[in-house]
């Protein structure tokens, strides 16, 4: 015997939700309805609701307060929701409160007789769940856990892979299990978001996502189960026994699921199909979807199997890098970059690009750059140290499009640095900027050089071409000029002089001034001092005149 509330404010929509559906056919006894929250609420007071069907948007308190305050008052009532707007944050907010499901209007009356089922069969189950003991509440709440555990522990070895070592870990923990059971596993991978989502959308999301698996891939949880993994991947394991075990239907119930997590969820998600195979299998089986997984560097929305044929890399043949180099010499970065992308499409629709060609392809490439960069005198590893570029080459192998955005990258900061050296004068100016800004620090020929990412010896090279001084004269020059400035001019001591452009140590000052300009410091202070005095005397005395 079961209630159901509707609750919408628009009586048209209530009475078509009466009318369009078999209640009594599918168990509903009592039907009551309700055109706002304050309505609902009077009729909770009153009457045992087990399932309410309601309304999103209403002009008197929207149906997720409503849900609310059902949560808090009758926390056993199923809740499923209607609404005319496919809106995350809606079906967001709904999953956190705890609502069974979330249709859109018009409402597919078939849809609508699924999800009240549903909602039944859960009421079933909980009604079932506090008839037993306080032990039996406890195991039967935390039997998934237990069974997901058994099952990670064969995954990943800690359980041995032979059928009598596993049967005895099945006994041990009290989990029902046969050595006669068989199953067909489908790796599950979530392998890029489509929009840009926080760490608890992204929990939400992922916990949607593992709700439409169970759905779509195993029909019921009788019919299998589904083990979490962690990073975004999850394994369902078919029961052999049901109707998913044909791989021609599990294959289209994958391709459902993939194409409903790309639609409703913003994520790209691969599926991996194994082979039908008892339990103590299932670690060697997994490892090979695991393989598979990684060899897909193409496709982030798709369905393989470990049936497909696998291609063949024989035609395999590399791009003719020697061009790319002088696409790349020549700052033509629009033509490299789209030569760079049409390759790694070819090569994906052709069946060749996996990991192992994806890696020898992105090491090729660094390698043509890395050439280019070293004959222009600049080096690579400045260029290419910085945490954005760190991040891009991590991820470069996760996928074709990781590669892109990688080798994008790398083409933009070859080119600019390239076109700085191509123009020395704009390198002198750097270089000549980069030491005025640092007069007061102990920097070298070396320092100087990482600046515009060059080799010190290159550097020095084109410096002296430009200037007609080496880099250390030119650094020498400017801080002796500084300081003769400053002794002139100021009243500061000598040792803060020294310290002023970078000099540490006061004897090398001292030493390293009265070489270039004849005097030690002190000295000319004294002399050019006592001519400005009497520069000024004259100028006096002629005013006076």
Known sequence: MSRLLIVDDEPIAVEGLKSGVDWPGIGITRLFEAYSPDQAKEIFRNEPIDILLCDIEMPQGTGLELLEWVR??????????????????????????????????PIPYGELTEAVRKAMRKLDQDNRLNEFSQYGKYWVKHQPLIVERFWLDILNQAIPGDAAAQKKAAEERNIPYSQEMTFVPVLIRIRRWYKEVSLRDEKVLEYAIRKSAEELLLSDLESGLLVSLG???????????????????????????????GSFFYAGVACYIGESAQGHHMASIYSRLRRLDANNVAYDQRVFSLHDPQASMSGHLPPDMSMWAVLLKEAKRAELSKAVEEYLKSQAASGQLNSDTLNRFIQDFQQMVYYVLQVKGIQAHQLFGDERSTELIAASMRSANDS?????????????????????????????????????????????AHSVYLNPDYLTRIFKKETGLSISDYLLQQRLEIAAGLLINTEMSVASIAGKIGYANFSHFSRMFKKYMQLNPVEYRSKHQGERFADGSRESGREKS
């Open 72 to 105: 808090r008052h009758y926390p056993r009532t199923e809740t499923i929701f209607l609404t005319c707007h496919a809106d995350f944050q809606y079906a967001k907010q709904a999953m956190q409160l705890g609502s069974l499901d979330y249709l859109l209007k």
């Open 231 to 261: 990073g975004g991947c999850m394994l369902a394991l078919a029961s052999g026994e049901s109707v998913m075990a044909d791989e021609e239907r599990l294959r289209a119930a994958c391709e459902k699921f993939v194409e409903a997590c």
């Open 404 to 448: 892109l955005n990688w080798l994008r990258h790398m083409i933009g900061r070859s080119m600019e640095v390239i076109a700085d050296v191509d123009q020395s004068q704009s390198v002198v100016d750097k270089v000549k900027a980069y030491i005025r800004e640092n007069l007061d620090k102990d920097i070298s020929r070396e320092d100087i």
